[in-house]
């Protein structure tokens, strides 16, 4: 009977205080509160400078691990471009992509090569020109040029700005578009023709357009990988276009001329590469090329031109056999 | 006296601290699907599992009345009364025997949480409103939200016990000797 007196007096007492407690007035019952809360109060600041922490140690931690993320991704991109380089060295010794003179290749080529081809529709003349000097144009606008009965007329100059001018035209065999060369140096085309002269279309114009073929340069030759657009820029560098990001590009490659029908042995040289960024996400390069020809000092071009082959046009039909 | 019921309250004084801080810090900030936790009432069924007698139920006024403090609207001593007459009516309290279960120390926060919350906050609301448009309008959502709690919290408690036991029992493995052999 005691222990059970015992047993419900606590209950009671706090039941009697609590009761009490729903009576206190406003000031008192805020006062407790606040207490509670003063008391509460340092161990919430060590449960929020441990959230800072903890807060801190993640990003740390992200942030940590995105850079090796990204270190990891450089390091691929650099075996992934080794291998495309070590790739395109072998495809160099394939049969469809060989470079004159490579015996492997050559051997490789088999009876493809044997069969005779016979004459080309057309052949191929290089044409040289000088450029016409500014003192040369003024005379010729003025009339100061004695073309002795020739019909050296002024509306037969063809002028351009920022064009050089040549000094051979439609009486020479050039036409609008021939590829005009320095050497094995790209310097551009031709843009307009008239009787005696014609305009040539720098390949740093804006407007310049080409098939572009990039190299890196190798031991013996250059080793050909991607191709891509040559683009004048207005500039005194030219823009490689529609290089895929997948390519391996490194400043100091060369740019060769690229197309099927090209009538030299060798492409040509459009220039080096000086600058090569692919921008996070891009599907391009952007790749900045310096023209390999001194555009300042050029004098003189040689203009690539097409004709049909006389001996094509000599040789007997199928009727006449 | 048992040599580690100074010990064990102190403890449970401790527990109740650090109830009172996570009331405040974390359970606002973690609420899973809307639940919230309500470590206060965790402190309770914990010492409701490792005291006896008198001493449960003044635990049970102290940390009603830390609720009560918390709450911060309506009058004091509204959940240190509903703590004490629930644990009272604990059948734990009347048979004197401990809970020794994990389940049934967190069928105990389970039951202490619904009953004590569901009271508390219908209490509160009624002391704005008219008692029968409260009752049609706000018992069901009041009673499911504490259920809500209530069930989260004693999954909770259950793992931290079954955590805290497995934990006892590998280290009184690695502290027993080893047993003579012949």
């Known amino acids: 009977m005691a222990s059970a007196s015992a047993s419900w007096k606590p209950p009671a007492v706090f039941l009697l205080i609590g009761l009490g407690l729903t009576q206190l007035p406003l000031r008192p019952s805020e006062a407790i509160r606040n207490?509670?809360?003063?008391?509460?109060r340092p161990g919430q600041l060590l449960v929020v400078a441990l959230d800072d922490r903890i807060t801190t140690w993640r990003q740390q931690r992200s942030s940590t691990s995105d850079q090796d993320r990204r270190q990891e991704l450089e390091a691929t991109q650099l075996e992934v471009r080794r291998l495309r380089l070590a790739n395109a060295r072998l495809a160099q010794r394939t049969p469809g992509r060989s470079l004159p003179g490579d015996p492997l290749a050559d051997d490789l080529a088999g009876d493809a090569t044997t069969v005779p081809l016979g004459p080309p529709l057309f052949v191929t003349d290089l044409v040289g020109t000088r450029i016409l000097g500014r003192e040369t144009i003024e005379a010729w606008q003025a009339g100061r040029i004695l073309d002795r009965g020739a019909g050296l007329a002024i509306d037969n100059l063809v002028l351009e700005p920022g064009h050089p001018t040549l000094d051979r035209g439609r009486d020479s065999g050039l036409a609008r578009g021939q590829p005009a060369y320095s050497g094995r140096r790209v310097a551009g085309r031709i843009s307009r023709v008239g009787r005696w002269t014609a305009t040539l279309q720098l390949l740093t114009n804006r407007g310049f357009r080409g098939l572009a073929r990039l190299a890196h340069p190798g031991q013996d030759h250059p080793v050909f990988t991607s191709q891509g657009m040559l683009e004048g820029t207005g500039d005194s560098l030219c823009r490689l276009t529609l290089v895929r990001e997948t390519a391996a590009v490194k400043v100091g490659d060369l740019v060769y001329t690229a197309g099927r029908d090209s009538q030299f042995p060798w492409p040509m040289l459009y220039g080096t590469v000086v600058r090569a960024e692919l921008p996070m996400e891009a599907p391009h390069w952007e790749i900045l090329v310096r023209p390999a020809m001194d555009i300042v000092r050029l004098e003189r071009v040689e203009v690539l031109t097409r004709v049909l082959n006389p001996r094509r046009v000599k040789t007997p039909g199928v009727l006449s056999q | 006296m048992n040599v580690f019921s100074p010990m064990r309250h102190l403890g449970l004084l401790a527990l109740a601290y650090v109830a009172v801080v996570a009331e405040t810090t974390l359970a606002p900030e973690w609420q899973p699907a809307g639940m919230s936790v309500r470590p206060l009432w965790i402190a309770l069924a914990i010492a409701v599992a490792v005291c006896e007698g008198g001493a449960v139920v003044v635990w049970a006024a102290v940390l009603g009345l830390l609720s009560d403090c918390l709450r911060g609207s309506g009058p004091l001593g509204l959940d240190l009364v509903l703590a004490v007459a629930v644990v009272t009516c604990l059948p734990s309290a009347w048979t004197r025997r401990r809970l020794r279960s994990a389940h049934q120390i967190a069928l105990v926060a389970l039951l202490l949480i619904v009953t004590i919350d569901s009271v508390s906050q219908q209490v509160r609301?009624?002391?704005?409103?008219?008692?029968?448009?409260?009752?049609?309008?706000?018992?069901?959502?009041i009673v499911i939200a504490s259920l809500g709690d209530a069930l989260l919290t004693s999954g909770l408690l259950l793992l931290v016990v079954w955590t805290w036991r497995a934990t006892l029992?590998?280290?009184?493995?690695?502290?027993?000797?080893?047993?003579l052999t012949s």
């Open chain 1, 35 to 40: 207490g509670v809360f003063d008391a509460a």
């Open chain 2, 125 to 141: 609301a009624g002391l704005d409103e008219s008692f029968s448009l409260l009752l049609t309008a706000s018992l069901p959502a």
């Open chain 2, 169 to 179: 029992n590998s280290l009184g493995r690695l502290l027993l000797p080893t047993p």
